[in-house]
């Protein structure tokens, strides 16, 4: 009878771990998926983690009471391998070279004027941190901003939309020699390119900032109320469909702002490029695939873990990113967390010249 408990449990347990196997990769290659035409699609990728946890605990499980089944959930891996690297990558460090320079996108959430310290811990970390580029999303620039950067700084430019939405700012070491907006007519973004003169090159440094969640400050405490399960159970059904669908209209929305961005960057052929996004997407989505394609995500790349940018409101996941073309080489990328001014951490790493045209990472 014992044994016929046992098998039945191994049996359920064997299944349980196919089923999720085949969950992970519908989910993580959805990011295939065009959000225009499969919207609630583009939100699957949130749980991505927790079904590779999921087929972790099974392997760590079968390695402590089922030996021989260890292969099923190493199996789910080795099919997942290419949404796993894209989550959660794991790569040998590199030492960086010397005439490598240090690149930083922040999103510094307006300074977090909540907070009287916002402005002078966030300037004390960013002037100190040795990078030659910066790319700061809601950001919004004023006498105060500008004293704060300008003896670390020399070049300084800002844009904002025309409501006044959207606000960046761009610290450089380098001169700034012009400035292009990209989908100057959609609303909900603010994507701009700047020409900077890096050692003699001209390089197309794009700062960008797509479209947010589409979740009111309300909607997102429901979200984390979701999530940490304090929820009455006779409404919760209808509020998640509800927040998936907002979530999967944003990121319809967000699509035609890639490829804006895209064209542009196809528009630079033969130029150093350079882009510093929060896609306000994970990093199982089409968005970050389609950008991928064309660039290298250098946290990807060269970065180890999940590498967790966005830390508010229970929405813990990496959607600040930054690429470079194949003039770059990209070395030691990292999400610092060790700055919290901001509901964002900063992503930064090294980029060093190069005259390999041809070598790319996903």
């Known amino acids: ?81 290419v949404p796993i690297r894209y989550y959660a990558p794991i790569n040998i460090p590199h030492s960086t070279p010397d005439d490598a320079i240090k690149v930083m996108s922040y999103n510094v959430f307006m300074f977090n004027r909540s907070d009287s310290t916002g402005l002078r811990r966030i300037a004390e970390y960013v002037n100190n941190s040795g990078a030659s580029i910066v790319c700061m999303q809601e950001a919004d620039i004023n006498d105060a901003v ?52 890096v050692d003699g090159d001209r390089t197309t440094v794009i700062n960008c900032h797509l479209e947010g969640t589409g979740l009111t400050p309300e909607e997102r405490k429901d979200f984390h109320k979701l999530v940490k399960g304090n929820w009455q159970s006779d409404t919760i059904g209808a509020e998640s469909k509800r927040m998936i669908v907002r979530l999967g209209e944003a990121s319809r929305r967000r699509t ?39 660039l290298t995500d250098c946290y990807v790349a060269t970065g180890n873990g999940p590498g967790i940018s966005y830390h508010y409101n229970t929405f813990y996941v990496r959607i600040d990113n930054i690429m470079c073309s194949s003039d770059w080489q990209p070395y030691n990328f990292k999400v610092d967390r060790d700055i919290d001014a901001s509901d964002h951490y900063p992503i930064w790493g090294y980029i060093k010249k190069t005259q390999h045209k041809d070598k790319k990472s996903h």
Not at 7 to 36: C, D, E, H, W
Not at 60 to 65: D, E, Q, T
Not at 162 to 190: D, H, M, W
Request: aromatic share 10%; proline share 5%.
């Open 1 to 81: 009878m014992l044994n016929q408990i046992k098998k039945f449990v191994i049996q359920m347990l064997t299944g349980a771990n196919i089923a999720v196997i085949i969950l992970m990769l519908l989910v993580g290659f959805s990011y295939r998926l065009n959000p225009v035409e499969h919207p609630l699609t583009a939100t699957v990728g949130l749980v991505f983690p927790v079904l590779l946890a999921t087929d972790i605990a099974f392997l760590l499980l079968f390695l402590v009471f089922r030996k021989r089944l260890v292969f099923i959930p190493v199996a789910g891996l080795v099919l997942c391998y």
């Open 146 to 197: 500008k004293a704060a950067f300008a003896n670390d700084y020399k070049y300084i430019d800002s844009a904002r939309t025309a409501n006044f939405s959207e606000s960046q700012i761009i610290l450089s070491k380098y001169p700034i020699l012009s400035k292009t907006r990209i989908n100057e007519n959609v609303k909900g973004c603010l994507c701009v390119a700047y020409e900077v003169l």
């Open 256 to 294: 035609p702002q890639v490829e804006g961005v895209l064209k542009y960057i196809n528009s630079r052929k033969g130029e150093p490029v350079l882009l510093f996004a929060d896609i306000n997407d994970t990093p199982i989505s089409y968005c970050r695939d389609q950008l991928a394609k064309n």
